[in-house]
């Protein structure tokens, strides 16, 4: 994979292009994971 | 009388104390070694390695296990966790401690010792990151010094000297977490000058936030992991308030250890996907690097999260040591393993027996030193003169 760029902005187009998905993976997955963490202590006060 | 020599003898002669003693007279053995016979002597420092054991071990994993004491003063006394407040003295004094030595571990591993002032009065050389990471140490050095002290002057009964140190707490903490932001993100950017020499897999541009990121992990692991020692083995010297607020430590600083754990999972992905790194992964170095970000970022975060959410200590300490042995895997992968990589087996560093022996001697030290400051000072306990809120 690391030789199938032939240009630099093909680099930066495809790795960015992860980056922000892998932005919003993390902005769902810790919202959910800081919900899971807590999760107990709600229950435990209701 | 001869009873009483009998018992006294009895009770220097515990396991702990033979097993120390034997490891410090290598320790002053390989001291002597190392100054008179220099560096050659006593290590597998080379032109390709100049960075060993000393560096890889006891800097980077010294440095980064002893953030308890910023992340700890910085959780109470600026973020008003108030209930963490018994865990405050023993994470200062673990970071003290554990800086000093670190700097004491830095004469053995320098050249020439003697200059280690010289870029504070000779030449600054302020481009350079090392003199960055210099100038943070001994100034965080001295910041945890005075951080230490109240407990000093308490057992000392310096009573006005102690109420003048506390009125320094705020300002102390704010340059404590400066001063480590600063220099926990630095040790990692030194490496940023050596491209070619780390692995791609290690080596990214984002290097100092992941080691800023993990430092914070440690600082909290390393109070959890340190509060169960001492709870085992200082138990009597525990009062009413640090027993009852030690659970509230463990779940607590356990549920903030696993979630920075899963930032650092995802940046540490963000890492390898901004390198554009994923070939890497299925190599033999690609699995020791799953190996680590698996094994120790992802598997603790999940097990922190289980034993908070289960109200299981005994998972959260367990957790917490395997987090601690992470850090140093981490610092070890990044300093010694795979540093150099590329070079032949024959080329490639192993540490000589001596400098695995002074690093143990440089934790032994640090132990004995804490054995002896836990037992006569308060740390575990309130001074029965100051029932006030102290730092």
């Known amino acids: 994979m690391e030789t199938g760029f032939l240009t630099l902005q093909d680099f930066y187009t495809f790795t960015k292009g992860v980056a922000y998905l892998l932005v919003v993976v993390t902005l769902f997955g810790l919202a959910g994971y800081w919900l899971f963490l807590n999760g107990r202590d709600e229950d435990d006060r209701e | ?391």
């Open chain 2, 1 to 391: 009388m001869s009873n009483l020599v009998a018992i006294s003898r009895s009770s220097l002669l515990t396991p702990f104390n033979v097993v120390a003693g034997i490891i410090v007279l290598l320790g002053l053995i390989i001291t002597f070694l190392r100054f008179t016979q220099g560096l050659g002597a006593v290590t597998n420092l080379s032109d390709y390695n100049p960075w060993g054991l000393w560096i890889g071990f006891d800097l980077l994993c010294g440095v980064a296990l002893a953030a308890g004491g910023y992340v700890t003063s910085a959780a109470v006394y600026i973020f008003g966790l108030k209930k963490y407040h018994s865990a405050v003295r023993p994470a200062i004094l673990t970071g003290f401690l554990g800086y000093a030595l670190v700097v004491l571990a830095l004469n053995y591993d320098v050249g020439r010792p003697w200059r280690l002032p010289y870029p504070f009065i000779i030449q600054q050389g302020t481009t350079s990151v090392l003199f960055e990471v210099g100038a943070c140490v001994l100034l965080y050095l001295i910041v945890l010094f005075v951080e230490f002290t109240p407990s000093a002057l308490e057992w000392l009964g310096l009573k006005k000297a102690r109420n003048l140190i506390l009125r320094l707490t705020m300002a102390l903490t704010f340059l404590g977490v400066i001063l480590s932001t600063l220099h926990q993100s630095s040790l990692g950017a030194l490496f940023l000058i050596a491209p070619s020499k780390l692995h791609p897999l290690w080596y990214s541009q984002y290097i100092p936030v992941f080691f800023f990121v993990s430092s914070i992990i440690a600082g909290l692991s390393m109070v959890i992991f340190e509060g169960s020692l001492t709870h085992r083995y200082f138990a009597d010297k525990m009062d009413a308030i640090h027993l009852k607020e030690k659970e509230d430590v463990v779940f607590g600083f356990g549920k903030a250890a696993s979630f920075v754990l899963a930032g650092y999972f995802m940046i540490k992905v963000f890492g390898i996907a901004m390198d554009n790194n994923w070939h890497w992964l299925s190599t033999s170095w690609g699995a020791w690097f799953l190996v680590e970000l698996l094994g120790f970022v992802a598997l603790p975060s999940l097990l922190y999260a289980t034993g908070v959410r289960e109200k299981n200590i005994g998972l959260i300490k367990w957790t917490a040591a395997w987090t601690v042995l992470g850090i140093v895997v981490n610092r070890l992968n990044v300093g010694l393993i795979a540093f150099n990589w590329h070079l032949p087996a024959s080329e490639r560093y192993f540490p000589h027996w001596m400098e695995i022996a002074l690093s143990l001697f440089v934790v032994t030290v640090g132990l004995i030193v804490f054995r002896f400051i836990v037992t006569h000072m308060p740390i575990l306990y309130e001074h029965p003169d100051y029932k006030t809120p102290h730092a």
